[in-house]
């Protein structure tokens, strides 16, 4: 049963509705906070990858810009900007618990081919050396993914890619909700209706949303990768849910 496997290899995304708030500032005490939680399962003999947003919007507030870009090279020069600024983020919170973190920003051709061999093998070499793996989509150059896309479906492929025991999709949200505002535990089958629950985000740093989470869950869930969305603001929720996914939120059993 999967409420008995060991989740030993977890991916967590973490997006940028958690890091900051409505004026892109960033928010400290929760980047502390997850890097702590990433601490405590390290060293529980854990191995964790992150699939981290954030990039475009503290771009945006190093430039001071009230709103996302419409513009495809500003959206690029944003990211460019605050994606040095994130990581220097994760270097300095993991630092304190003894944590090295190392960069990898990808795009959809990262998955193919030889490419794809490589990125899976230094994503391994990383984890043995029990260095927590900062991923990133390649803002600066993908211009699909800024126009359409998002970082769930990256953190499904990233989880598959890595063969991950688990993966946590951190939002501002308690889970999937029903027609009554009341979280699913549980999904066994994304079907029409579980997708219908999905609503539309108007948010300025953002572009996700509950449809792109579910699609993430579908591809994790078909490539064998279990897959939780939880609320990242609630107290060492990563912790909890690496040691029993089904206790908060809501987890799309694996195929």
Not at 41 to 57: D, M, N, T, W, Y
Not at 202 to 226: D, Y
Request: hydrophobic share 45%; charged share 25%.
């Amino acid at each position: 049963m999967q409420s008995q496997r060991k989740y030993n290899r977890v991916v967590v995304k973490i997006g940028s509705s958690l890091f900051v708030d409505r004026k892109s500032k960033l928010d400290m005490g929760l980047v502390n906070s997850f890097a702590c939680q990433v601490s405590d399962l390290v060293k529980q003999g854990k191995e964790v990858v992150v699939v981290s947003s954030g990039a475009i919007a503290l771009g945006m507030f190093i430039l001071k810009l009230a709103s996302r870009p419409k513009e495809l090279q500003r959206l690029q020069a944003a990211a460019a900007i605050g994606q040095h600024e994130l990581m220097h983020v994760y270097k300095l919170a993991l630092k304190k618990y003894g944590l090295n973190c190392a960069q990898l920003l990808l795009t959809w051709d990262d998955f193919l081919g030889v490419r794809y061999a490589n990125a899976k093998h230094t994503l391994n070499t990383l984890l043995k050396l029990k260095c927590v793996p900062i991923i990133n989509e390649n803002d600066t150059v993908a211009t699909e993914e800024i126009k359409f896309g998002d970082n769930d479906r990256l953190s499904a492929l990233v989880s598959i890619l890595v063969g991950a025991d688990l993966l946590i999709i951190l939002s501002d949200v308690d889970g999937l909700l029903d027609r009554n505002k009341k979280v699913i535990r549980q999904v066994e089958r994304i079907t029409g209706e579980i997708k219908s629950l999905a609503c539309p985000i108007n948010k300025k740093t953002c572009v996700g949303g509950m449809t792109t989470k579910i699609e993430a869950a579908r591809i994790a869930v078909e490539g064998g990768v279990p897959c939780v969305i939880a609320n990242g603001r609630k107290g060492k929720i990563v912790s909890q849910l690496a040691r029993d996914p089904f206790c908060q939120g809501t987890i799309f059993l694996s195929r």
